[in-house]
C-alpha cells in the first residue's frame, strides 16, 4: 500500500506542475461559470432562481465526458513513449499498485477539481428562500465522485494500451459516449435490454442518484466497473512485464 500511496503524491504533483492539467481546470471552471452565471442572470430578471444545486451538476457531467479523458490519457502512454515503463516494471513494484497508484492520484486531483464546483450551488443556497435541498445535493454529488472514479479508472486502462495519448484520448472518449447512449438500445423488453440498459450510465447516476435516492446498487455498479478497469489494465501491465 506503501508504493500505491507513493506513485498516488507523485502524480497528483505532476497535476500541480502541469500546463495541461491547468488547462483543463480553467477551462472546466469557465463553462461551468458561464452557464451558472446565464442560470443565475435569467433568474433575477425573472425574480425567481430554481432552489436546486443540480443547475451546476448537469452540465458538469457533460464537460466531465471530455474532461476526464483528457485528465488520464497521457498517465501511463507517457511511460510508454518513453520507455520508463520498463525501468518502473524493474522496480519493486507491483503490477496493480503502478494502476492503481496512477488512478488514485488522478482521482485526488479530479476529487479536488469537484470540490470546488460546491460554492456554486452553497451560492444558491444563499440566494433562495428557504435554500436548495442539501439532501438531493449530496446524493447527486456522491454519485458524480463514484462515477468520476469509474470513468478515470476505464482511462487508465485505456492508457495502458496505447503509446499516443492522442489515441488513448479519443478511445476513452469513445467508450465514454458508448456507456452514454447504450440505454437507448435497450428500449426493448428482452433480456438483451435489460442488459443494455444496466450498463448505462445514464439510468444509474439519473433515475436515483441526482434525483437524490439512494442506492447501494448503482453505487455498486461504479465501484464494480471501477474495480474491473483497474483490473484489465493490471492485466495488460502484467503481460507486458513478460514480453
Partial sequence: MRNVLTIARKELRLYFVSPVAYAIATTVYLILGAIFFINVYFGLRGETIPPDGRIV????????????????????????RMGTIELILTAPVRDWELVVGKWLGSFGFMFLLLAVTWVYPLIIHQMTEPGIDQGVLVSAYTGLIFMTSAMLAIGV??????RSSVAAFFTTLAVFLGLWI??????????GSEILRN?????????????????????????????????????????????
Fill in 57 to 80: 451538476i448537469n452540465p458538469l457531467i457533460t464537460i466531465l465526458l471530455f474532461a476526464t479523458p483528457a485528465i488520464t490519457m497521457r498517465l501511463l502512454t507517457d511511460e510508454q
Fill in 157 to 162: 486502462f485505456i492508457s495502458t494500451l496505447f
Fill in 182 to 191: 447504450v440505454e437507448g438500445f435497450g428500449s426493448g423488453s428482452g433480456v
Fill in 199 to 243: 450498463l448505462s450510465f445514464v439510468s444509474h447516476y439519473y433515475d436515483t442518484l441526482f434525483l437524490g435516492m439512494f442506492d447501494i446498487g448503482d453505487l455498486f455498479y461504479y465501484l464494480s466497473l471501477t474495480a474491473l478497469a483497474l483490473f484489465l489494465g493490471t492485466q495488460v501491465i502484467e503481460a507486458r512485464r513478460w514480453r
